[in-house]
């Protein structure tokens, strides 16, 4: 665990996993942590990759190495033991830290932006792309008359340029 | 007093670089063809004179002067040479002069090649560049000076962090920033454009080379960041969706949407003012990304010691760039003529939906990105991570990957879909085979995975076969295809090394995200383990000395039936001058997956923790990777990219006759 | 939809961008605080030992019953929480509030040689060795401070070592409300 306000002050400019610098060597899932029914530990494994490790920086419990993130892979095996389903254990966690415990953003009201934003996106993006087509397709209609057919030989140059740009 | 020197020099480049980034600009509004000419000598004197002040710092690690704070701070003197000489940019200060070096080799770059652009253009795009620079001059002469010295002169340093202290990561800085950096071109050029009011088939070839040359580096340099947190990190994760990842993938997508819309402006003088707007938007992610990586505004496990005073002076910068690049593109976009028709199935309609989807992969990336920074502005505490990422990158990357097989079957301006979709009868058919065995050799396992495989198959074949089309492989004698082949233009190699690379690397990360297996135990050493079939003997634990590291090293033997494999000596290192111990995994890779082995703890009684993983396709994400890079270089060496567009309105297209949908 | 419109849209987002960004730079805004969603809940249920060691009580659920109090978690390998001590010891001196502490994760020993070199101002200390009831009241590090109400309801915390400015200006108003 790590006092707060020291973790503005470590050395070293560049901190990759600021984790790290408090793990004295201890990686990730400990061997005596795994439970030995190898379904609930299963369970466990994926339940952690959802759950963030509070006092590191966006990562989940299962591959950080704070003694907190250790605490709460401990907490959750053994909620799982004593007949938890998934959606209790995070409940449990997200009543005590909030819904800042979960990596994965429930939907509720204050995420639909997040949720509908890509969909979004992707609407707006098509109907623009659809009203350039329109568009287009009017200008086109509408617009100066149509090239002349062309002769032999300026239809055989045109192919000759469309093939060799077409491949490139 | 060689710092002195190097801080000298970089006051000079500001005072050139304001020089550089009015007059030419003035000139080419007024037509003095002399203030135009101030440019070209101008960014190359701004490039040497930063490179002065760089190579001055860099003198200073190497003889570890220690009476620069900076060096104090960063390096010592027991550290190896090659850190020494990487160190110079492992801190925000000397990170910035990189970062400053680069954007200026890049302006004296376009001096130097930009013979054949119109004075008025080339006067505009370096002016542009110019203007970036004074940007960042400022802020590393007012806030981040790296030649401040410290009195008392301090006895050694506090040395680099040891996770930097790494091949991979020393140049992955460097290639990250030619990337970021490398899209102001792209940038300059499309702000050029809006001034002059004109965008047409000669720009886009202009701007095309250097887009690119930003795009490969910056493939390289996210590989490299991946690569690194892969073997070092010890788990055997390669990506993390951390916003320090986010702020640099997003300018790669939007970069890779660029390349290809540029295209269309080359060929078909279409698309012309959503090019103009991904080329702004492309660079203003990059600055953004400079911004949230150096102002701490958002947490994340790399980023700079963050300092909001610095924060705020580059987002004052941010908004003059981008704010004003923007209001420019509103008032002048409209004044871009819109250029060749195209119906919605064609060459030029696959460009579309592909800018689509990466416009929309982008902004998804953005809004995961940003929403805990505005959920907390309205007092709510929300972290998004992976399995938010992973969702999305799923809906939007599929579609994606399984149009990128059919696009390049696509002729321009009207095509049959039925008819490409023909000539894609063999692909189709090998990579629905290749689903079946991938089904049938993981009997079943997750179907996303199994659909991510065969989209990558879908991918491959479908690339392979575009090859063959054009060379007309088995269609006309082998000596005739063969000649063929060697008369491809190399852009179109390099389209097809880029994309197999895709479907490589695409292969890579579904097996490795869904079939990696592993073991976490004590193990005493005598004892074996089995892992995806592989036998690991645990054989003994050695204390070693590095030149500013103590290390344990571990020593496992592996067999497959019986048939010895490789020998895996995962360490366990501390450094004492920053107190801070790091994993060096074990890697053996087979081609097929990679054997993964980490060293921890002692248990005290002779055991120790173990984790072993077994990494299926890891090896081709990087093959992929790698891939791309290369389809990227082979483009670039293509002639017609190299020499530019001698004239203008040479758009060849624009002689076809108008269709319409 | 004039074509006008669409060309101002991403001026309009950066707009949006740069005012979240001026906001987020604010020099008081710690990204990487953890706030308890405790707050508002009645205390979570525990019962806690004494320190070993100590001659005080432990603490439990009913012990944050019938007055206003501060709920501090320390631990003495922990730097801040030495320095936001003094002010509890001064505050225990006066009296004006009833102060207990759960002391996070600590050796026993190590806690009796801190509180016999800082002074002790706790009136009753529980020893949570695993930080398990740390987590049911939603810490995520020390030093964290509580304040509960009458009721034993958690009203308030406090994250970070406890500066005199903070008590004047937030806590001791705030107990001053509670208790009336």
Known sequence: MTPRPFTRLLPGLLMPLAALAFAWSALAVEPDEILDDPELEARARELSEDIRCLVCQNENIDSSNAELAKDLRVLVRERLVAGDSDQQVLDYLVERYGD??????????????????PAAILLLGGLAVAAYFRQRGREAGAGPAPTPDLNAEERKRLNALLKDEGRA | MIAEIGHFALILALVVAIVQGTLPMIGAAQGRANWMAVARPAAQLQFLLVLTSFLALMQAYIISDFSLANVAQNSHSAKPMLYKVTGVWGNHEGSMLLWILILALFGAAVAGFGGNLPPTLRARVLSVQALISVGFLAFSLLTSNPFERIFPVPLDGRDLNPLLQDPGLAFHPPMLYVGYVGFSIAFAFAVAALIEGRVDAAWARWVRPWTLLAWLFLTAGIALGSWWAYYELGWGGWWFWDPVENV??????????????????????????????????????????????????????????????????????????????????????????AGGLFAPISREGGLVLNNLLLAVATGTVFIGTMAPLF???????????????????????????????????????????????????VAAGLTFAAGLVTWYLQQGGPVLAIVGMTLAAWLFFATLAEWADRVQLFRIPPAASL???????????????????????????????????????????????????????????????????????????????????????????????????TTEAAIHTTGISDLYAVIGDSDGQGGWTVRIYHEPLVPWLWAGCLLMVIGGLVSLSDRRLRVGAPRRRAAPAASAPATAS | MSKRVILLLPIAVFAVLVVAFVWGLAPDRDPSRVPSAMVDKPAPDFDLPAVTGLEIPGLKTA??????????????????????????MDLAAKGDVKLVAINYRDKPADAVAWLAELGNPYSRIGADLTARTGIDWGVSGVPETYIIDSEGRIRYQHIGPMQVSDYEETIRPLIEELKQ
């Open chain 1, 100 to 117: 800042f415990v979960l990596l994965n953003p429930p939907f509720k009201p204050q995420t639909y932006l997040l949720w509908f934003g």
């Open chain 2, 248 to 337: 640099s993938f997003m300018p790669w997508l939007m970069g890779t949407a660029l390349l290809h819309s540029a295209i269309v402006v080359e060929k078909r003088d279409a698309l012309k003012i959503w090019t103009i707007l991904l080329a702004i938007l492309t660079f203003s992610l990059s600055l953004i990304g400079t911004f949230i990586v150096r102002s701490g505004l958002l947490t994340s496990v790399h980023a700079f010691a963050t300092d909001p005073e610095r924060g705020l002076f580059i987002l004052v910068l941010l908004c003059i760039a981008i704010g004003g690049s923007l209001v420019l593109f509103a008032l002048r976009a409209p004044a871009l003529k």
């Open chain 2, 375 to 425: 959920a907390e502005a309205f007092d709510y505490k929300l972290s998004v991570g992976a399995p938010y990422f992973n969702l999305f990158s799923a809906i939007f990357g599929l579609p994606l990957i399984a149009a990128m097989a059919v696009g390049p079957f696509l002729p321009w301006k009207r095509a049959d879909l039925a008819g490409a979709l023909g000539r894609l009868k």
């Open chain 2, 483 to 581: 000649s063929r082949a060697l008369r491809l233009p190399r852009a179109a190699y390099g389209m097809t090394f880029a994309h197999i690379g895709m479907a490589v690397a695409v292969a890579g990360m579904t097996a490795s995200s869904a079939w990696k297996a592993e073991e976490v135990r004590v193990m005493r050493p005598g004892e074996t383990v089995e892992v995806a079939g592989y036998n690991y003997r645990f054989e003994e634990v050695r204390e070693m000395r590095g030149p500013n590291y103590f290390s344990e090293m571990g020593r496992f033997t592996v067999t497959l039936e019986g048939q010895p494999v490789a020998e895996l000596t995962p360490e366990k290192r501390f450094y004492p001058v920053q107190r801070m111990p």
């Open chain 3, 63 to 88: 012990d944050l019953n019938g007055d206003v109090m501060l709920v501090n978690f320390f631990a003495s390998w922990c730097v801040p929480c030495r320095v936001e001590h003094p002010v509890f």
